[in-house]
């Protein structure tokens, strides 16, 4: 097998020195009965060509995506990545490290994902950050424990207006700790309507932009929220524009880091964002990296506040979370890296302006208008004549890709469509949607 | 430049595409009150500075492939380079998670036979790969356990049994489902005591959690009167599958009574790790837990794989959507690679550079459990004497070009070294560490100082932790002035 070094002669030595005659011997204290009925799976060893043709194969059976335009949207973008971040990605000094428990061997991962906590905190207005979840739904999720854990309170509000997945993932966790989730209705902008708040909760999770697209005003919120905790859920690329959620007072800010220079890769892995204010440290879920020095007094870094995870504090850690997406995370900080302050701004630019030309031209058409009258950035939802399944397989024919609006029909949107826009959509692409639109009704 | 926030000033160049559509404003198209009054403080760095910055960071890093990366309970495998190619095909790496069900037959494809091929290693009956990480598969595991006694109506079930063996995220997976946690003393032979298991199964006991083999590198013999046990009094058993690498194609812990089993892809099945992340937890599960598996599920009919959400007993959905997909490519992939035959070398040559390790370092070290070990052993670094530690041991390593054995767990064991070599390292590169392990204890006796300066040879010295924990500094201080 070519991923093993050791030779028949070295076996027989190694059998030898451990005073064993034979490799079987070496798992006779796995009960025979176990043994016996093992039962292979019925596959032979490939050569690296075969196993790349086989893979290959499969891969035959998607579609071929460069001849699709898509408007897919839902918490995962379709952004140019710049080549820069699958070089660092793939340096094999990064991606075969393990979790950086001896700091004198890890400065690179440990370098960079303190980096990677400042930037976040720099694009959600915290004051602290963790070197990443799994993903967008269980950040929110582990959120919601956490402000549990603080406000001591198992009721929590969530706006109706959640992407329908993170809400899935909220309903499970919430269901397994014995937390009760009420709903917070949104109005005719899109927006949520807090006019009747439920009291006695542990926090408010808002979405914005939400999962219609629309961008939520937070001025004032915290304050109405007494002891409950405002937890708000972003799409980092819109914070290059958007006020930080730190401004409106946010207590915990997740999100889904897809956007920031992650392939869609079908679902995973993605990375999950988590950070809050600088109080709510100890209550924190997830490795955490910090400065320090070294014997020397050169600056080094290092995991900290160990004794909040799950290796140090087992039954009453503040999450089971071990591994996360570190490289995800590494990703991301390129990402950012790469386009700086100012091009995270103009990115954010090109996605909101794109995507309101696309809404102006596909409202101007007979029967089509903007199902909400809140502010959007690159994602919005079309009131549509037809009958949307159709249309949306109508415009399949012609490889366009758009949300399935079955997820907005379920919110409660009937008769509609969203589109989501990014930089990668040109003119034509959006003027050709819109035609086939038009030739549809 | 020591971190990226050091590059100041704003890099020219043109990195985005122009805008091609009429441009309204921001003004119009945002309310002021919404708007971003400062920018971000995110450097803008040229291609060549990110280049080496990241490059150089690099290097101060060590992984699989600089060399021997014996850390215990971790697995740390080669990752074959294919693998990795394969995972960035475009049709793969393109793939939305939303897209039409048509558009992704290849990809649902590929998750329904990683889904057999696990389940055939697992010798159980169905699985979620929605689990992101071993922990992730605890969480869910614990959550079917918690549904299937609410189920029964035998909600007074809430004990979960753990040996004192366990790893951190047993107990934390357990205590966030609801559990209360009862230990289990690990007896003389380093395996569950089962006068101790006889005595606390009641009818409040949920189930236990055991790692096989346990965290000693030990395989429990008695493995199926546990089971046995458990079932007898009504409770469930997980399996985590941290250690799978030591009887990977030989054995199943379907057949040794587990209930539920996670496997971690990025031990097991050579995923790499990415320095922490991302992983994948596929969670298998015997026939009584079926039913609870998250939705979606990947199933098949005559017009080809769908995803399936109509499994009203379902407990719901554990990830944004179908698993770390790309993860769990890369291990579908090397089980392609491997074959039956490469399995079982894994678990074969894995156990006997283990064994080896033992066998020799023994000699040298204290060894708390001398007996035939599985992938894995235990030393301790106690009575080296001159006051020398685990910890010192582990930092002149470094200086020694390796990686450190995990070191202070299991709990049970003072001053613990918890050595796994894996498969892939050769004889070469085992004696060589063997004989490193040797110099260093030759060096606690005659020169201590050695050890407790170590390392000198690394891209920095011992860290201050004490300061670390009392003065956070999480972010970089960019109003600190500069030195």
Redesign the interface.
Known sequence: ?R?????EV??R???G????SS?EE??????K???D??????????S?L???R???K?????????QYT?F?G???Y?HYI?R?V????????????????????????L?????F???L???TGM???N??M?????ALAEAV?MAERIAKTDKVAVCRSLFP??R??L??YC????IEIVEVPYDHAGCYNADSLPTKISALVVQSPNTFGI?E?M?GLKERLGAALLIVAVNPIS??????PGKAGADIVVG?GQPLGL????????LGLFACRKQY?RSMPG??????????G???Y?M??QTR?????????T??????????A?AA??Y????????????A??N???A??LAERIGSLPGYSLAFSG?FFNEFVISIPGDPQSVCRQL?RDKI?V??PSSLSELGVKQALSFAVT?QR??EE?DSLVNVLRDIT | MKTIFDAKGKREGKVLPALDVPQQGLEKLIPHSLRRSRKPRIPALSEPELVRHYTRLSKLNYGVDDGLYPLGSCTMKYNPKVNEDLAQLPAFAGAHPLADEQLVQGSLALLHEASRFLCNIAGLSDITLQPAAGAHGELTGMFLFNRYFRERGESKRKRMLLPDSAHGTNPASATISGFSITQIPSGEDGMVDLVALRETLDETVAGIMLTVPNTLGIFEERILEITQMVHAAGGLCYFDGANLNAFLGRARPGDMGADAFHFNLHKTLSTPHGGGGPGSGPLAVSQCLVDFLPVPRITKDENGYHLDRNFPRSIGCMHSFYGNFGVILKAYAYILLLGDDGLHAVSDNAVLNANYLQERLKKTYRLPYDRLCKHEFVLSGEKLGRGITTFDIAKRLIDYGFYPPTVYFPLIVHEALMIEPTECEGKETLDRFIGVMEKIALEAKENPELLRAAPQHAPVQRLDQTRAARHPILTYPFDELPE
């Open positions: 097998m991923y093993i070094a050791n030779t070295d076996r030595a190694m059998l020195a451990v005073g064993v490799l070496l798992f006779n204290d796995i009960p009965k176990v043994r009925r093992y039962r292979p799976i019925g596959l032979p060893e490939r690296e075969e196993t790349v086989k893979v290959q499969l891969a035959h059976f998607n579609a071929v995506w460069e898509s897919l839902g918490g995962v379709d710049p820069v699958s070089y660092v990605t793939s340096r094999s000094e990064f991606s075969t490290a393990y979790t950086p428990y001896q700091p004198e061997m890890s400065q690179g991962t370098t960079a994902m303190f980096e906590q400042t930037l905190c720099e694009l004051d602290v950050a070197s990443s799994y993903d967008g739904a269980t424990l997945h993170y899935q993932v309903d499970t269901q397994a700790g014995g961008i005003e001025n914070l290059g524009l958007i006020a930080p889904e392939s869609p890769s079908f679902g995973g892995p993605f440290l490795r955490i990296i910090g400065r320090t020095v070294d014997a020397q050169e600056i080094a290092t900290t506040s995870e799950q290796h140090i504090r087992r039954g009453r850690a999450s089971n979370i071990c591994t996360n997406s570190t490289l995800c590494l900080a390129v950012l890296a790469g386009l700086g302050g100012h091009g995270l701004q103009e990115l630019l090109l909101l302006e794109k309101h030309y502010p399949a890709l949300n399935n930089e040109t003119k959006l």
